[in-house]
């Protein structure tokens, strides 16, 4: 099981820093993603850091503000958000599994929401002034 944490209010311009960690083992290995899902859109992959090389993989829209790491004997994974917009107030939740991305028809993929296993309960972040 996933539980994040870190959620709150902050002011355009401002940072957060939002963690994922698993309760009772570690997240090594592990591929790790950071969705947000804004009332009455769809839930969007924002960020995975790989479990096989710690590479990253990061939206467009959140390219040059978040980014991801692991912590902790990489018990935790964290998402560091700077430079924030009101347009990145959303629910956040940790998602992980096997990889960031499929192999699909002869090449990769992201891995969709729904391919993921395991999730966190999510995070509020909101941003305002």
């Known amino acids: 099981q996933l539980v994040e944490s870190g959620g709150g209010l902050v002011e355009p311009g401002g940072s957060l820093r939002l963690s994922c960690a698993a309760s009772?083992?570690?997240?090594?290995?592990?591929?790790v993603a950071w969705f947000r899902q804004a009332p009455g859109q769809e839930r969007e992959r924002v960020i995975c850091?790989?479990?096989?090389?710690?590479?990253?993989y990061t939206a467009d829209s959140a390219k040059g503000r978040f980014t991801i790491s692991r912590s902790d004997a990489k018990r935790t994974v964290s998402l560091q958000m700077n430079n924030l917009k009101p347009e990145d107030a959303a629910v956040y939740y940790c998602?992980?599994?096997?990889?960031?991305?499929?192999?699909?028809?002869?090449?990769?993929?992201?891995?969709?929401?729904?391919?993921?296993?395991?999730w966190g309960q999510g995070t509020q972040v909101t941003v305002s002034s």
């Open positions: 009772g083992s570690t997240l090594e290995r592990y591929a």
């Open positions: 998602a992980a599994d096997q990889s960031c991305h499929l192999w699909t028809a002869g090449a990769y993929r992201p891995r969709t929401a729904d391919e993921y296993a395991d």
């Open positions: 850091i790989s479990g096989a090389d710690d590479s990253t």
